[in-house]
Nanobody, 123 residues
Framework: VQLQAFGGGLVHAGASLRVSCAASGLTFPTYAMAWFRQAPGKEREFVAGISRSGTFTLYEDSVKGRFTISRDNAKNTVFLQMDSLKPEETATYFC?????????????????WGQGTLVTVSS
C-alpha cells in the first residue's frame, strides 16, 4: 500500500492551496480517507476525513468553512482544498486511510499513512 501526498508549497496568508494524495495497492473505494497535519514541535492532529463513498465528511473545528475534503474513487485520489490559509497552519500534511470505511478523528483509527507534503503559510 502506498499513499503519496503532493501539492504542498509556500503561500501567503489568505491564499488557497489544494493538496492531493494518490493511493495504490489497496481497494481505494472501500477505504475512508483523512488528512492530518503536524507542525514543528507539535503532535499530529486531525484535519478532515471522508467516508469511503464520499457522502460523509468530518472536519476539525478550526478549518470548518475553509477546508474541503473530497475524493475521486475512479482515480484513487483524495484532495484537501484549503482556503483562507493562516500562518499557524504551516505544517506537514499527511493523508491516511482506514479499512472500516468510516471517517474518524483518531490517528490510531488509520492503518496506512503517506509521507506528507509541506505547506508553508507566510504572514
Amino acid at each position: 500500500v502506498q499513499l503519496q501526498a503532493f501539492g504542498g508549497g509556500l503561500v501567503h496568508a489568505g491564499a488557497s492551496l489544494r493538496v492531493s494524495c494518490a493511493a495504490s495497492g489497496l481497494t481505494f473505494p472501500t477505504y475512508a480517507m483523512a488528512w492530518f497535519r503536524q507542525a514543528p514541535g507539535k503532535e499530529r492532529e486531525f484535519v478532515a476525513g471522508i467516508s469511503r463513498s464520499g457522502t460523509f465528511t468530518l472536519y476539525e473545528d478550526s478549518v470548518k468553512g475553509r477546508f474541503t475534503i473530497s475524493r475521486d474513487n475512479a482515480k484513487n485520489t483524495v484532495f484537501l482544498q484549503m482556503d483562507s490559509l493562516k500562518p499557524e497552519e504551516t505544517a506537514t500534511y499527511f493523508c491516511a486511510g482506514n479499512k472500516r470505511g468510516q471517517a474518524l478523528r483518531g490517528r490510531s483509527d488509520y492503518e496506512y499513512w503517506g509521507q506528507g507534503t509541506l505547506v508553508t503559510v507566510s504572514s
